[in-house]
């Protein structure tokens, strides 16, 4: 099994950038389809991002599209999530997720992965 860990979290501002990354124990670039879900304080865990096995096809929700972008790092074990223009309703903690194999509509489902990190905290004042 893989095991993921989120970093990159903190405390910023409107506004401000930020970069999460999530490093696997073993190589994921070619072998695992890889998620970014948030869970906000009282809220269900929502889809962000995700993105192939090959980098070629990403998805995002409406939610984050054109101010986050998900990207395969310069190692094959690492992804990572760059933020932008952050909110308020940014706030939350990050989860990266894995599962082996293509990616596919059902990546915007927690069932789709069968890997989670333990997440990593966002928050943005305002």
């Known amino acids: 099994q893989v095991q993921l860990v989120e970093s990159g979290g903190g405390l910023v501002q409107t506004g401000d950038s930020l970069k999460l990354s999530c490093v696997a124990s073993e190589r994921t670039f070619n072998i695992y389809a890889m998620g970014w879900f948030r869970q906000a304080p009282g809220k269900e865990r929502e889809f962000i991002a995700a993105?192939?096995?090959?980098?070629?096809?990403?998805y995002y929700s409406d939610s984050v599209k054109g101010r986050f972008t998900t990207s395969r790092g310069n190692t094959e074990n690492t992804v990572t999530l760059q933020m932008h223009n952050l909110e308020p309703d940014d706030t939350a903690v990050y989860y990266c997720a894995a599962r082996q194999g293509p990616l596919n509509r059902g990546a915007y489902r927690e069932s789709f992965y069968n890997y989670w990190g333990q997440g990593t905290q966002v928050t943005v004042s305002s």
């Open positions: 993105i192939g096995r090959t980098r070629v096809t990403t």
